[in-house]
């Protein structure tokens, strides 16, 4: 029986650019993005650290074109996919490691929509605390008039 492996990762944090959406030359939609994973700790001693991982994520067809129309920069995400390394030869012809996360599935976990919603809720709330000064401007200048006019009481019949 032959023995069974997994390459699996999962991980959960920030992009650190845009998406890039590119195509291969038979037209196969890539997008490659970065993403940060903060991890932090507290020594022996007492003092706080934190570590930053940089990470490089690659997705293919549907799911690259999907990135590119939904992820921003800063945007959280959850990302699931395989880790691979593959060496290439720059311009120099230096050979150069690459350790990428093929993206098989992600969660944008704060969406452009959600940020959408949140600044129209600010702009609501900003109307209507302008609308409320206004209507509070409104009646101090009612009441001010009111203090104005003296009514006599004393009218003769």
């Known amino acids: 029986m032959a023995n069974r492996s997994l390459n699996r990762v999962t991980l959960m944090g920030n992009l650190t650019r845009d998406p890039e959406l590119r ?41 690259a074109e999907l990135c590119a129309q939904i992820l921003k920069k800063g945007q959280r995400v959850y990302v699931e996919g395989r880790i691979t390394y593959r060496s290439y030869q720059d311009k120099d012809g230096v050979e ?43 009646q101090d200048a009612g009441q001010e008039d009111q203090k104005e006019i003296e009514i006599d009481d004393d009218i003769p019949f």
């Open 23 to 63: 195509y291969t030359p038979q037209g196969t939609p890539v997008c490659s993005f970065g993403l940060a994973t903060n991890r932090s700790w507290t020594t022996s001693d007492g003092e706080k650290k934190e570590e930053t991982q940089f990470h490089r994520i690659v997705a293919w067809n549907k799911v």
């Open 96 to 138: 150069k490691q690459v350790t990428e996360i093929i993206m098989d599935d992600f969660i944008a976990c704060d969406s452009k929509a959600s940020r959408d919603s949140d600044n129209e809720d600010k702009k609501t709330q900003e109307k209507e605390q302008s609308q409320q000064t206004e209507d509070q401007n409104k």
